[in-house]
């Protein structure tokens, strides 16, 4: 089992930055990858990042790619999502879930995760 928490969402600025922290308890964290999704009103959830187990396979949404940085500490038990640049249209609720691939390359798909955050809400004012 693992249980995921985000926090680090508020309201922001455009053109301003973000880190959203996810933590997780388990013991097996180190052996998930890890993704991040959003949710806005009205839509559906799309993807966002992942990181591989190792933190070495990255993967991004290309409205993101170039803005939003992943990360992560298997020491610490937490995964982490830098976002810069925002923009109006990433206003969402940001969710960390935790994949079953733990290379990542099928982790931008949300059927593949096991365990989800209940999620930190961003919101950016134009």
């Known amino acids: 089992q693992v249980q995921l928490v985000e926090s680090g969402g508020r309201l922001v600025q455009a053109g301003g930055s973000l880190r959203l922290s996810c933590s997780a308890s388990?013991?097996?964290?180190?052996?998930?990858?890890m993704g991040w999704f959003r949710q806005a009103p009205g839509k559906e959830r799309e993807f966002v990042a992942a990181?591989?187990?190792?933190?070495?396979?990255?993967y991004y949404a290309d409205s993101v790619k170039g803005r939003f940085t992943t990360s992560r500490d298997n020491a610490e038990n937490t995964v982490y999502l830098q976002m810069n640049s925002l923009k109006p249209e990433d206003t969402a609720i940001y969710y960390c879930?935790?994949?079953?691939?733990?290379?990542?390359?099928?982790?931008?798909?949300?059927?593949?995760?096991?365990?989800w955050g209940q999620g930190t809400q961003v919101t950016v004012s134009s």
């Open positions: 990181i591989s187990w190792s933190g070495v396979n990255k």
């Open positions: 879930a935790a994949c079953r691939n733990s290379f990542g390359s099928s982790c931008r798909e949300g059927e593949n995760y096991d365990y």
């Open positions: 388990g013991r097996t964290f180190s052996s998930y990858a």
